[in-house]
């Protein structure tokens, strides 16, 4: 708002160059609050009062910036590039070293993840050369994310930890804290919850202080999620509702979509489908209304998961297709793995088992090289069933036996051997699933519980 009332205040003195530099400070804080397309409006309207090259520059980068945000990485590439050439011509300082970040940023949000790796490491090394701090733990952030997004934990640890000493020797409390945020969000991909946890918690303390409540709207999230792959739902919802009122009070629709999602999986996990559509289509238009890609994608690939489980089969394979596409386009491993998953699920209970196959192998391809245990099973079960399709009775229990013997989760034991009792039609199978899913119904009430007991229950006493 103050940069704002300073940019009318110079256009009514005329000095039409400070209000374009006022409305790109303000931008700035758009962007900051997920108020992206506002942001990109201002930014226009900034550079049609910029007079001076080196003006016009800083506005372009940064526009850039929050077109690849927004997904229009066309004009992205154009902004960036007229940035670029700018800044190519002066001496080599912190806004060359920008600029190739924000292309970067392009890049990895078109797949080209090499070509992005190759722009953070020139951001690097220009850094590195001036002594910029700041830059240099903003790109090995960066390189850290991307060697995430491709599954290179170990690499993108170092990274971020690289990152962590930098802002530790420059006191920054906020960077201290981001980079254990990404520290912990590494963890949390491995599963690792019991360090994810306490590392997120180090961070929530140290920003607790400062009422950075977009910093600390995102670490209640991530400690909900903890929570949420632990099975302590409560607790989850607890942080998600935080997170909520946090991100609302600071109006940043981005963290708004995301909680509500949240919130909807926490519906979808006790089977309260009607609320969690709601609350996934809210999400997914907030995500829409701002230009924010991945939330698109997240928000679909979960509705998708909802009706497949009413059996709505068609409409799960359309919004998990869309899904998908997203997903290959950011390059984003860790979700697209589970996507095309789901996707084989779908396939497979539609008669289209071929697709399935294809689907389901590629995406074990990519989830195996992420160690998520919850993502491997459904895909290593599909596995074993297509098998069965195929003839394959052998094969298939001979996975499914090997699944049984690593599973020490109830809700896994059961639908192993429901699917083992399928393939082989052996009774003792029948009776340890009845066993289990009679446990499951007794401790949660959830519907497919009751139904899957009631066929074992019909078929035993048959």
């Keep these: 708002a103050a940069f704002g009332l300073a940019a009318e205040r110079a256009f009514g003195l005329g000095e039409a160059e400070v209000q374009a530099q006022m409305r790109a400070f303000q931008a700035d804080f758009l962007v900051q609050l997920g108020e992206r397309s506002a942001a990109a409006r201002l930014l226009r309207s900034a550079l049609d009062h910029a007079n001076t090259p080196p003006t016009r520059a800083r506005i372009q980068s940064l526009l850039g910036h929050v077109l690849q945000l927004q997904g229009d990485q066309s004009e992205a590439v154009a902004q960036q590039q007229a940035a670029l050439d700018h800044f190519l011509l002066a001496q080599p300082g912190w806004e060359l070293a920008l600029c190739h970040e924000r292309f970067g940023g392009v890049y990895r949000a ?43 934990y170990e690499a993108g640890l170092a990274c971020f ?67 949420f792959e632990q099975g302590q739902y409560s607790l989850a919802k607890s942080h998600f509702e935080e997170a909520l009122r946090l991100d609302r009070a600071t109006n940043n629709r981005a963290g708004v979509g995301l909680h509500t999602g949240n919130l909807g999986v926490l519906h979808w996990k006790q089977e309260e489908f009607a609320e969690a559509e709601r609350l996934y289509r809210e999400a997914l238009g907030l995500c829409q209304s701002i230009g924010d890609q991945a939330g698109v994608a997240l928000w679909l690939s979960n509705l998708s998961n909802l009706f497949y489980d009413t059996g709505e089969y068609a409409e799960a394979l359309a919004l998990g297709e869309q899904a998908e596409a997203i997903f290959r386009n950011l390059g984003n491993k860790f979700y697209l793995g589970g996507r095309l998953i789901h996707t084989a699920m779908v396939l497979f209970e539609l008669g289209r088992y071929a697709e399935a196959r294809q689907k389901n192998d590629e995406g074990l391809g990519l989830v195996g090289k992420l160690q998520r245990r919850s993502r491997l099973f459904p895909g290593k079960v599909l596995a074993a069933k297509l098998d069965g399709i195929e003839g394959k009775t052998e094969e298939a229990c001979g996975q499914l036996l090997a699944l049984l013997q690593q599973a020490h989760d109830i809700i896994e034991q059961a639908v192993l051997h429901y699917a083992l009792w399928q393939a082989t039609g052996k009774l003792e199978h029948a009776r340890q699933a009845l066993e289990l899913y009679t446990a499951l119904f007794q401790r ?12 074992l229950s019909r078929v035993l006493a048959g």
């Design 161 to 227: 930890e690289r990152a962590l000493v930098v802002h530790r020797a420059l006191g920054n409390q906020i960077g201290i804290a981001t980079q254990l945020t990404r520290i912990g969000r590494i963890h949390w991909e491995l599963s690792d919850f019991e360090r994810a946890l306490p590392t997120y918690q180090e961070a929530l303390a140290l920003l607790t202080p400062l009422g950075d409540r977009v910093g600390l709207a995102d670490l209640q999230s991530k400690i909900g999620g903890v929570y």
């Design 444 to 455: 949660t009430s959830l519907p497919s519980y009751q139904a899957h007991r009631d066929e």
């Design 110 to 152: 078109l797949g080209d993840l090499d070509r992005a790796m190759e722009s953070y490491q020139r951001a690097l090394a220009i850094d590195e050369s001036i002594g910029n701090g700041v830059g240099i733990a903003r790109h090995e952030t960066s390189l850290g994310n991307v060697h995430t997004y491709r599954g290179q």
